[in-house]
Structure formats: C-alpha cells, structure tokens
C-alpha cells in the first residue's frame, strides 16, 4: 500500500457509539470549520448543515428520518449532522461530498468516529426539519466517540468487528 496519511489510514465508519459520551460545542465548531473551507467550484460552498445533539428535538428529527435498521446503532451517536446542498449551482452534490470528507479527516484528528448514511427519508428531513426551497438534503452524518461494539445487536457485531476491506487500487482505475 502507497504510503497514506495516519488520518486516512486510522479512518472507520463505526456503529458503535458511546451513548453517554458528548461533544463540546468547540468540537462540533471545529468540525463545521473543517467543512466550511472545503473546496467547491466557483467557492460556491452550496453546502448547509443542520445540527442535532443526542436527544435534542433536531436530532430527533433527523432520527426519525432514518431507517429502523439504522436507528438503533444511529441514536447513540453525540451528534446528528443533516448535510445538504442547494439545488443550484449543479455541482452541489460533489461540493457537499468535499465538505463531508473534510469535516470526517477533521474528527479523526480530534480522536472522533464519523459514520454517514444516504438511505434517509429526503422528503421527511425535508418536512421535518422545516428546510427552505433550494436545500436538498443528502445524507446524515453521525458522529461521537467509540462505544462498545459488543453493546450492538448481533446481527451488527459481526460488521463491526470485521476486517476493514477496499477495493484493490487496479480495479478502480479506468482503462
């Protein structure tokens, strides 16, 4: 493997969650940063975020806009991020996709996890969440601190203590 960066390296998309463990608002601030200066075409930054702190009526919100399946492990997390762009300029979506993995290599920095979700209820976070024409919501972004894997089902445990796996570098090259 090409030599890569520890924050890159170390990164994982947990379920576990510590569901007592919270984020100071420096944190949450910090990783807003880290997305903020992101890049986006013409520095457009057409990326929005709404915020949800464990329990909080946002969060609930956004929660509730998740699947079932999700939800039990999804709760637990600190915070629930929504992410989501305008729907103009086109290159939204790729903007947003930048801010998202910029706030992530952020977390990891601050010894957080960061696991995202794009099977969510658009038109309920839509709804929900009382967004303003031209936000389209497209994922949630769970973060917190590492919680016990073995507190998750068991049909979750198996995925969670499993060998981290990626495609090999040649197969997601173009020829």
Known sequence: MADLTPLLAVRWSPRAFDPVA??????????????????SHGNAQPWRFAVGWRDDETCKRILANLPARDQRWARHAAVLLLAAHLTDPPAGPYDLGQAVAHLTVQATALGLYV?????????GLVADLELPDGVRPHAVVAVGRLGDPFSLPEDLLCRETALRRRHPLDDLLLR
């Not at 100071?24 to 200066?37: C, F, H, K, P, Q």
């Not at 696991?115 to 038109?123: C, F, G, Y």
Request: aromatic share 4%; glycine share 4%; net charge negative.
């Open 22 to 39: 919270e984020l100071s608002g420096a944190e949450v601030s910090s990783l807003l940063e880290a997305a903020r200066w992101a890049p």
């Open 115 to 123: 696991h995202q979700l794009v099977d969510v209820d658009h038109a």
